[in-house]
């Protein structure tokens, strides 16, 4: 199993503020990470996908990974009151693909 | 491009009662996921199939739980009996194949209410 840690939160932030958000996960095999935000009662869409070391930028959007230390963050930049959501990470992989808790976000007007 | 799609969207059961939840995937997605999601949980995953084979079902309860994709299209989950701890958001998600740099698409979700 890939164990995925994640702080549920919530992360509450001022609109216009820096969002950092943060995972880190058990298999150092793992090659890929997925970012997923989840609006209250609906499903999951993905954001942002990671492959390699270092940071990935798409937006507002920018995720990083460290696989030495096993690490994944997602920062959101000028965040707004649109990006209340709660955030899952998730390696890909095979098989037996877990999902963090998630970390709940809260951007404050 | 037609997303996944998941029916019902809710349902309201008593428990004992069985219930059957139905997901078709993207066209062309080999790989296909049931999740639970219970209120404030990220997903859990239940069963994973490639084509119409099991990947993995380790997490899956199996004296209650059952899912079969026979013709490595579509796919059905079912529970029976259900019980009270069933309560829970059953998504479906596909993904192309099973590279780890595939991403997964989640469908709409099945609310399960077990009275």
């Known amino acids: 199993q890939k164990e995925v840690e994640q702080n549920s939160g919530p992360l509450s932030v001022p609109e216009g503020a820096i969002a950092s958000l943060n995972c880190t996960y058990s298999d150092r095999g793992s090659q890929s990470f997925f970012w997923y935000r989840q609006y209250s009662g609906k499903s999951p869409e993905l954001i942002m996908s990671i492959y390699s070391n270092g940071d990935k930028e798409d937006g507002r959007f920018t995720a990083q990974l460290n696989k030495a230390s096993q690490y994944v963050s997602l920062l959101i930049r000028d965040s707004q009151p649109s990006d209340s959501a709660t955030y899952l990470c998730a390696p890909g992989g095979y098989q037996k693909v877990t999902f963090g808790t998630g970390t709940k976000l809260q951007v404050i007007p | 491009e037609a997303g996944v799609a998941q029916s019902p969207r809710y349902k309201i059961i008593e428990k004992r009662q069985s219930v059957a939840f139905w997901c078709n995937p993207i066209?062309?997605?080999?790989?296909l996921y049931w999740y639970q999601q219970i209120l404030g949980q990220g997903p859990k995953l239940l069963i994973q199939f490639q084509n119409n084979g099991v990947v993995d079902d380790s997490q899956l309860p199996k004296d209650r739980f059952s899912a079969e994709r026979l013709k490595g299209v579509d796919s059905t989950l079912k529970i029976q009996p259900a019980k009270l701890e069933d309560s829970a958001v059953y998504l479906c998600?596909?993904?192309?194949?099973?590279?780890?740099?595939?991403?997964?698409?989640f469908g709409p979700g099945t609310r399960l209410t077990v009275l």
């Open positions: 066209s062309g997605h080999a790989t």
């Open positions: 998600a596909s993904s192309l194949g099973q590279s780890s740099y595939n991403e997964q698409f």
